[in-house]
């Protein structure tokens, strides 16, 4: 792929989705990506993969365990596996892979850093082959976002951690403060699991998302949860 192609995914294909976009869509684009999805993101500077696994590792060693090898865990749109080789480095051994896109699952497998790949949509419907409470934390970074996963998925992020543990994601800086055209809902959501006491906010910070993009994907929020 021509890189006027790898750039197009940044410059306009996922410009392109939006609260509405359909799982499909999303699966699409993310398999014509795949081969080359981490050679573009690393021109762009995407950095949040390299960010974010640091803050969740700190309270999930705080809250949960000193020793995360004893931890099941799941990359909640793992994508080729960038995150899950950072969370490799930082001890983590039994971490499962989920993703929409079957190829960015493939990628991710020729990195020996995963136990299991599930190929699914984070959505309203409960995943199939992950029962309720089966993970000691969940990271996912960079996929609740505009057009990727909806509010409502929260929801089934919960269902498949157990009490105590550690949830842990980005959201960007426009889905996160509602300044975008579209509203997206996730801090209404947010807020409504901490009302009725499903989870409690650890902590939520400005952290680095992307080094040679616009200024509105350059930072991103940290968000770092603890399962009541």
């Known amino acids: 792929m021509a890189k006027a192609e790898e750039d197009r995914f940044y410059s306009e294909r996922l410009l392109t989705?939006?609260?509405?976009?359909?799982?499909?869509y999303v699966k699409g684009i993310y398999d014509e990506w795949a081969d080359t999805y981490d050679k573009s993101?690393?021109?762009?500077?995407y950095i949040a993969y390299k960010t974010c696994p640091p803050i969740f590792d700190q309270f999930v060693r705080e809250n949960f365990s000193s020793n995360?090898?004893?931890?099941?865990?799941?990359?909640a749109g793992?994508?080729?596996?960038?995150?899950?080789?950072?969370?490799q480095?930082?001890?983590?051994?039994?971490?499962?892979a989920l993703d929409?896109?079957?190829?960015?699952?493939?990628?991710?497998?020729?990195l020996n850093v995963y136990k299991e790949f599930i190929c699914a949509p984070l959505s309203a419907e409960p995943?199939?082959?992950?029962?309720?409470?089966?993970?000691?934390?969940l990271i996912c970074i960079g996929t609740l976002t505009i057009g990727h996963v909806k509010p409502v998925a929260l929801d089934e992020i919960l269902r498949i951690v157990k009490p105590g543990g550690i949830i842990g994601f980005t959201l960007r800086r426009d889905a996160y403060e509602e300044s975008g055209p579209e509203k997206c809902g996730y801090r209404e959501k947010?807020?409504?699991?901490?009302?009725?006491?499903?989870?409690?906010?650890l902590r939520c910070e400005f952290i680095d998302y992307h080094l040679n993009v616009d200024e509105l994907r350059a930072k991103c929020y940290s968000l770092m949860y603890q399962v009541l």
């Open 17 to 24: 989705l939006n609260p509405r976009s359909t799982d499909e």
């Open 41 to 45: 993101t690393a021109e762009a500077g």
């Open 68 to 75: 995360p090898s004893k931890l099941r865990i799941l990359d």
């Open 78 to 87: 793992a994508g080729t596996g960038i995150v899950g080789k950072v969370l």
């Open 89 to 96: 480095n930082l001890g983590y051994t039994n971490v499962d």
């Open 100 to 110: 929409i896109s079957q190829k960015m699952l493939d990628e991710a497998k020729k």
């Open 127 to 137: 995943i199939a082959e992950i029962a309720t409470n089966q993970y000691d934390g």
């Open 190 to 201: 947010m807020s409504e699991m901490e009302t009725s006491k499903k989870w409690k906010l």
